[in-house]
């Protein structure tokens, strides 16, 4: 079984930077493409991003292309969302998601995952 925390939520103004981690233990980090969801208030989960196993490849939400990016860490299993260019409209509950089963590329589908973290509150006051 997978754990995944993410830590690194918080409150920041319109136009400035967070940087989110969420840290796998209990399985075999470097086999799983790493996705990161979000969630806002009334809103269905949304994709934002994903990593492929290796890290050679990711993939984004139009709507964070460009201001967002994701990086992983094998050796210290952890995988890293860092979000430039916040705005209001971002402010959701950031989730790290884990798919076990896919070999090549990344998973854009809530459906793909197997293994999700708690989830870490990003609000962007205007």
């Known amino acids: 079984q997978v754990q995944l925390v993410e830590s690194g939520g918080g409150l920041v103004q319109a136009g400035g930077s967070l940087r989110l981690s969420c840290a796998a233990s209990?399985?075999?980090?470097?086999?799983?493409?790493m996705g990161w969801f979000r969630q806002a208030p009334g809103k269905e989960r949304e994709f934002v991003g994903a990593?492929?196993?290796?890290?050679?490849?990711?993939g984004y939400a139009d709507s964070v292309k460009g201001r967002f990016t994701i990086s992983r860490d094998n050796a210290k299993n952890t995988v890293a969302l860092q979000m430039n260019s916040l705005k209001p409209e971002d402010t959701a509950v950031y989730y790290c998601?884990?798919?076990?089963?896919?070999?090549?590329?990344?998973?854009?589908?809530?459906?793909?995952?197997?293994?999700w973290g708690q989830g870490t509150q990003v609000t962007v006051s205007s």
């Open positions: 998601a884990a798919d076990r089963r896919r070999m090549m590329g990344i998973s854009t589908k809530i459906a793909e995952y197997d293994y």
């Open positions: 209990g399985g075999t980090f470097s086999s799983y493409v």
């Open positions: 990593v492929s196993r290796s890290g050679g490849g990711t």
